[in-house]
């Protein structure tokens, strides 16, 4: 079970940290992603960690702005998004999937969280 956190409301140019936390005993053999979904658009990929945390993967569109990390111990995911603007307003997801490295593709996790809204007023 996956439950995201942190989403809000903030100013353009500013930043959020996301959250998601998971319960179960195997969460440092998922990799882990973080999908969002604007009104009236499909859920698109925006960033995701393998196992270890070695590997990281980011959408273009938010390279260089965008940082997942993951605390195995605390079974936890983040995602810390600088320098927003109107285009990351979306409700962000976080999913998990069993495999070691880190699909970009949202059918292939098998674990969603409940979502979380984030909205960047400009």
């Known amino acids: 079970q996956l439950q995201a956190s942190g989403g809000g409301l903030v100013q353009a140019g500013g930043s959020l940290r996301l959250s998601c936390a998971a319960s179960?005993?195997?969460?440092?053999?998922?990799?882990m992603g973080w999908f969002r979904q604007a009104p009236g658009k499909e859920r698109e990929f925006v960033a995701a960690?393998?196992?270890?945390?070695?590997?990281?993967l980011y959408a273009d569109l938010v390279k260089g702005r965008f940082a997942i990390s993951r605390h195995n111990a605390g079974k936890a995911v983040y995602l810390q998004m600088n320098t927003l603007n109107s285009e990351d307003t979306a409700v962000y997801y976080c999913?998990?999937?069993?495999?070691?490295?880190?699909?970009?593709?949202?059918?292939?996790?098998?674990?969603w969280g409940q979502g979380t809204q984030v909205t960047v007023s400009s």
């Open positions: 179960g005993r195997t969460f440092s053999n998922y990799a």
């Open positions: 999913a998990a999937v069993g495999t070691f490295l880190p699909p970009k593709t949202p059918r292939a996790y098998d674990y």
């Open positions: 960690i393998s196992w270890s945390g070695g590997i990281t």
